[in-house]
């Protein structure tokens, strides 16, 4: 593998978490960037890797922050469907599944 591509509401979902965690602490909207982009790193890198989550999706952890990244891979590509809180509705992204 060798990118990653986000769907829309997978994008827009990270993207308010890093508001809210820039917003709550300063510096930790930045931790929390570089903390998915080394999820999305190991994933990248090493598709398989994730645990299997439901059919062909997989997850990877976000270390030191609550979150999962919830992906597939395709081609060259892994397709990441959610940026997910530990503590939010399980599957809440699996409509997500076959979005654009």
């Known amino acids: 593998m060798s990118r990653a591509r986000f769907v829309a509401r997978a994008r827009q979902e990270f993207l308010a978490e890093v508001a809210y965690y820039a917003e709550a602490e ?3 909207g930045r931790r ?3 903390a998915v982009e ?3 790193a ?3 890198a ?3 890797s994730g645990s299997p989550s439901m059919g062909d999706i997989r997850r990877v952890l ?3 922050f609550p979150f999962s990244v919830y992906y597939r891979t395709e081609d060259d590509w892994i397709v990441i469907f959610a940026i997910a809180h530990h503590a939010r509705r399980p599957g809440y992204w699996r409509s997500r599944v ?3």
Do not use: H, N, S
Request: hydrophobic fraction near 40%; charge should be positive.
């Open 26 to 28: 300063p510096g930790l």
């Open 32 to 34: 929390f960037v570089e």
């Open 38 to 40: 080394k999820a999305v």
């Open 42 to 44: 190991r994933a990248t």
């Open 46 to 48: 090493f598709p398989r």
């Open 62 to 64: 976000v270390r030191d």
């Open 98 to 100: 076959d979005c654009p």
